[in-house]
């Protein structure tokens, strides 16, 4: 099921933008534009940068303050006001109507802009109306559905899945896994700068021990070639690049799911060996789910929270499941007892019992 040799398949690099990405401008060193007057989209860049936000909170918040601008016909936030942001905000709602969440993710970008982009007192926040939605129950797959979508899957994008399911992590923090928080020998994971910035240690399971190896030793083939070649730079996190010179080429620190080919950072332009994209598992997400004929609106996320939820089923204590999630609040974790059949979902109905 996983071939040595599945890590050299075609891939989706980040040479050029997906479809409905924000484009962002490279800045190769903030400090060089203090007094270059940068526009306002590269603003909420340094912004975000200086806040330690991720590249995707900086494309939303740079997508956002270009699609309230575009609504107010191109005028300058600064020349706006609380009514221009509550009318945005009824446009979504009513117009669009966007999720109250997607609506909070928009009022979130705006806020940022005024105050940490324009640096504008905002005296009319408190009379602001925040969106409100209802919490959700996550969409979650029997242990039957996930054994037939993960028997569907393939390659270096079915390794990965098998590993979100059997360790709980999310899509992101797999493909951001660097080999020296990979421990085969004690079955364990390191979740480095989870969400929320938290490290955590999470599990390997037993069944992905023999194949994580053997994708490991073509891996490290792909690096003594980048090696050979002098392109075996990996991103560094923080300023550990200048702290550290030449652990970007070492072994330990490389990508465990790289992509195939050479990508271009979006930030700084350097070229190099990245992680494996996102797309290229959300589209074998679809294709597996399809294949298994699954009638649920399952995505990847939806293995995370299978795998909370069977371990529920199985009994398995909530306050491990919420130490292996990463969650902060053992409420967020508690969202599963009304899924699991341990659950309210386990309970006999009455009707049953009729004779």
Not at 156 to 172: A, C, E, I, K, Q
Not at 209 to 237: I, K, N, Y
Not at 284 to 293: D, E, H, I, N, Y
């Amino acid at each position: 099921m996983y071939p040595t040799k599945a890590i050299m398949q075609t891939t989706v690099t980040h040479r050029a933008p997906l479809a409905n990405t924000t484009r962002l401008p490279v800045i190769h060193d903030t400090r060089g534009l203090i007094g270059a007057q940068p526009n306002l989209w590269e603003r909420i860049a340094i912004a975000c940068r200086a806040k330690g936000y991720s590249l995707s909170t900086e494309r939303t918040y740079v997508h956002w303050a270009k699609a309230y601008c575009m609504h107010h016909g191109r005028r300058h936030p600064r020349d706006m006001g609380a009514g221009e942001v509550q009318a945005y905000l009824n446009h979504l709602a009513v117009v669009r109507e966007v999720a109250p969440s997607t609506a909070k993710q928009a009022l979130s970008a705006l806020l940022f802009l005024h105050r940490e982009v324009l640096r504008v007192d905002l005296p009319w926040l408190d009379g602001l109306r925040y969106p409100k939605g209802q919490p959700r129950l996550p969409v979650v797959l029997t242990q039957a559905e996930v054994g037939a979508l993960l028997h569907s899957t393939r390659a270096t994008p079915g390794l990965v899945l098998h590993l979100l399911y059997g360790s709980g992590m999310r899509m992101l923090e797999a493909l951001r896994l660097r080999v020296k928080d990979l421990d085969l020998d004690r079955c364990c994971i390191t979740v480095r700068e989870g969400k929320g910035g938290k490290d955590r240690i999470t599990m390997v399971p037993a069944s992905l021990v023999a194949p994580l190896r053997a994708h490991l030793q073509a891996r490290r083939s792909l690096h003594d070639t980048d090696v050979a070649t002098g392109m075996a730079d990996v991103e560094m996190p923080h300023a550990l690049a200048t702290k550290m010179p030449g652990a970007s080429r070492q072994w330990a620190w490389q990508f465990v799911f790289c992509s195939a080919g050479y990508a271009t950072c979006p930030r700084t332009a350097a070229i190099r060996r990245h992680h494996l994209h996102e797309a290229n598992i959300q589209r074998a997400m679809r294709a597996a789910v399809v294949a298994a004929k699954i009638q649920k609106r399952a995505t990847v996320h939806t293995l995370r929270h299978s795998f909370a939820t069977h371990l529920l089923e199985a009994g398995q204590d909530i306050r491990t499941i919420q130490q292996l999630l990463g969650h902060s609040d053992v409420s967020t974790t508690m969202i599963y007892t009304h899924i699991a059949s341990t659950g309210p979902a386990g309970v006999r109905s009455p009707l049953d019992r009729l004779s």
